[in-house]
């Protein structure tokens, strides 16, 4: 029990945190008049500060040889990173954050019931009902107020 409300309090930090990465790169992507460079820097530099942390846990850098096995779509994670940034980089400043936050956070959610549902990417299978579609339909009336608003 107190791992899991652990995970949940570190699931909600982690999602705070993205307004605020997203600001700070709408700020450099400003100061060089280009987004998809502030995009470029905010994963140059979270990768440096993941290298560090590989090294700090003692990572045996030796079983990375393993990736070889797994399929190559699993590489496309990265540049569906890349995209999300970019895009939100882009789109927070001509929508607002929250407006910006609230779509993003409706398409996570109606793209998770789905890979859920069919327990796609080897995820484990939750059926949809109709008390998960009631949730999406409030994102989906919380964005149009926000909108709105």
């Known amino acids: 029990m107190k791992a ?25 992507g400003k100061s060089v008049q280009q987004p998809i460079f502030a995009a470029f820097a905010s994963f140059l530099i979270g ?42 980089i882009i789109l927070a400043p001509k929508l607002g954050t929250a407006l910006t936050f609230s779509l993003v956070v409706t398409g996570q959610m109606v793209v998770s019931l789905i890979l859920d549902h069919y327990g796609l990417l080897g995820l484990p299978v939750k059926h949809m009902n109709w008390q998960r579609l009631l949730g ?14």
Do not use: C, E, H
């Open 136 to 149: 999406v339909a409030f994102l989906i009336t919380g964005v149009l107020l926000i909108r709105k608003f």
């Open 47 to 88: 990768s440096l500060g993941l290298l560090v942390y590989l090294f700090l846990l003692k990572f045996d850098f030796g079983t990375v040889s393993q990736t070889r096995t797994v399929s190559p779509m699993v590489w496309i994670a990265g540049i569906l990173g890349a995209f999300y940034v970019a895009a939100v």
């Open 4 to 28: 899991q409300v652990l995970y949940i309090v570190l699931a909600v930090v982690a999602g705070a945190m993205l307004p605020v990465q997203a600001g700070l790169n709408v700020q450099l």
